[in-house]
């Protein structure tokens, strides 16, 4: 009985708004066989819901982030490819991670629709921001570079689910936040871990009297990672 | 190059401020006559020319992707199409890149092989009118790669070149057979298939529109065309 009643009142109130998709269709579609015009506005139809629209700003700017480091980490491992740097295992490591890259913009798009959003492709602020890239470097001033965009991935990650977290402002969207922490975050902590330690173990083998020697082995070690 | 070396030392002061940190190590270049790495510039640049175009495209069908996920549009399997196909142009791309590594290219200037913001600026459509304009689209823009494609492999045959005066006639005979029997072969049979559905499609449109779409979407969305 009582849920009857919490329901019915739910009923009610939603049915009295004027703001709901069954309302634009009510007395179109009610009992007469002749056709009725469609309604105009219809976008109380769509997929979206509470306060998206700021998080999707923020969403749709992280799938072009991905979009672009995606092709920076393509030119890394083409440049540890050719003959001279002969780094199978760098090219490697630059290529799965362009590939990652590559695969969460597509997924990030996707979930930008699934939330009611439309994908603007536009270049990231960042590229206006940072310097020139030059892919053409030294093995840990590589894996440094990466180290720095994997960091302002996780941030920019973070800054996401800030905006969806804002609980006080009434802006709170849990689907997004835990989309962000499922999807992202705990990966990109491990690739971060990952990266540091690589940047440990080249720091303190290249200034040993065996660098190149090191590379070598680093480089093997990478290709069956 | 002088900034590749500031900042080398510049990484080395900070990443070590005990020791001596060594980051590079003489790479021997070393030259055989005839030359092992026989490539000639023309034919460089036109490849690179292409990688660019694949890349271009693969962003063209993100866009297409996107639209078609969107929830006013709602057509899940044309987006799984149009993602998995610039999935396929990018590797298009890598595999071009990869060829190129092979002939002993792209030692240097890596960095312009890509250029990220030109990526998000040379979307020329980001909508469309039904799920029939966008394959007409995509069948435009496969024909468009091929005859980019074909333009490569007059370049590489030297026939651009003999039209100058004082050039070398150089006929890449490996690069020309793999564009040829790989490249070609794949877009003509892709465009086979593109052109098919457009017809099939077409053929619904007359009569069943919107019904005819809606069936062929989630036809295409189980892998049955």
Known sequence: ?225 | MKAIVASTLLLCTFVLATGDLQCSHTEPLYLTNPRWDDMVDPCVNVMRKQIKTELNAAMQYLAMGAHFSKDVVNRPGFAKMFFESASEERQHAIKLISYLLMRGELVSDVSSLIDTRALFEKINWTKWESGLSALKNALTLEALVTKDIKNVIEVCEGHTNKKRQNQEEVNDYHLVDYLTGEFLEEQYKGQRDLAGKVSTLSKFMTDHGDLGEFLFDKKLLKGDL
Not at chain 1, 97 to 122: C, N, P, Q, Y
């Open chain 1, 1 to 225: 009985m009582k849920a009857f009643v919490v329901f019915a009142v739910l009923f009610v109130a939603v049915y009295a708004a004027d703001d709901t998709c069954y309302k634009k269709f009510d007395g179109i579609c009610s009992g007469t066989t002749a056709k009725s015009p469609l309604p105009v506005d219809l976008s109380t139809c769509t997929a979206s819901y509470g306060h998206i629209d700021v998080v999707l700003r923020h969403l749709i700017g992280f799938a072009n982030s991905h979009i672009v480091r995606s092709m920076e980490y393509l030119l890394m491992s083409t440049y540890y490819g050719n003959y001279q740097k002969n780094r199978a295992g760098f090219e490697k490591l630059f290529r799965d991670l362009s590939d990652a890259k590559w695969d969460h913009a597509i997924e990030l798009i996707k979930h930008v629709t699934t939330r009611g959003g439309s994908m603007k492709f536009t270049p990231p602020d960042f590229l206006n921001t940072e310097e020139p890239n030059v892919y053409e470097g030294y093995e840990i001033q590589s894996i440094a570079k990466a180290l720095d965009k994997e960091k302002q991935l996780a941030l920019e990650a973070f800054k996401v689910h800030n905006e969806a977290s804002r609980r006080t402002d009434g802006k709170h969207d849990p689907e997004i936040s835990s989309y962000i922490e499922e999807e992202f975050v705990h990966h990109q902590a491990k690739n971060i871990r990952k990266l540091a330690g690589y940047v440990t173990d080249l720091k303190s083998m290249l200034s040993g009297p065996d660098g190149s020697l090191s590379l070598f082995l680093f480089d093997e070690y990478l290709k069956g990672q």
